[in-house]
């Protein structure tokens, strides 16, 4: 059976790699550096011989009229982000192969525990997937599963869904008939405001981000998702949604608390956090 090794979760903040590649005085952005350097070297430890990779799309994908709840890619390659992302924000391209019979597999046995993934072959990863690609595994090879899910487009999917989502994604992976080790990666945010009245404030809701994360690092899971409301998510800031990412990893950690924890407040972007189950290690079994 397959074996489930490790499961990080940070931010795909498309300003941070330009942000920790310039240095300067910020000791938030210096500890980020160190922090997700860390993370990839847990991965490494983990040999992972996949990893299974789940974020979101920013509308260049999909848009507003056609966005599926959770979708699995399953093309033979993966590579991004889009042209817009790499000139706006200086981003570097990313290219992997996909690995079409895990992808096959966790959309065939995805059915049997309540989970009607969509997928796609022809597909673009944007800058939530290759932001925490190029922190985690910049050598770009490993084979990934990308798995979509939407925190953009009304009805959005409830923190009780993308729980039990990730609950049962635990399931099928380790259920599939095969030995492989399956690293998981996801990226999400805490309280980000783009656009809206709540700028140019950094942090646009401080007291959710301590909140969320203590209760994540204490593993209060059930609080997690009772407190994650798509009301409250909207008052901590109009993008703040992207956190249910954070929620899925919980389910797929069986509710457990992470290995590990940080939580920084730059000077002049949105909180920057981790979480991390070290499977490999005989974490949070």
Known sequence: MAKLVEIIGITHNPFLPGMIAAGGDDPAIAQAGKDYARMRQKM???KPDVLVVVAS??????FMDNMPAFS??????AQGPVAHEIHTFRLQPYATDVDVDLAKGLLKEGFREGVDFAYSDEFTIDHAFTVPLSFVRPEMD????PIWTNVIAPPVPPAERFF???KALRRVIEGLPTDKRVGVLSSGHLAVEVGGPKRPTYSSDVEFDRRMMDLIAAGEAETVVREATWERLLQAGNVAAGFLNYVLLLGLADG?????TNLLF?????????????LHEGGAR
Do not use: Y
Request: net charge positive.
């Open 266 to 278: 730059p000077q002049k972007t949105a909180a920057v956090n981790l979480m991390a189950w070290h």
């Open 256 to 260: 457990r608390a992470p290995s590990e």
């Open 72 to 77: 699995i890619g399953k093309a033979a390659r």
């Open 44 to 46: 490494a430890e983990a």
């Open 142 to 145: 490993l084979p990934i599963v």
């Open 57 to 62: 799309d920013h509308l260049n994908q999909w």
């Open 164 to 166: 039990a989502v990730g």
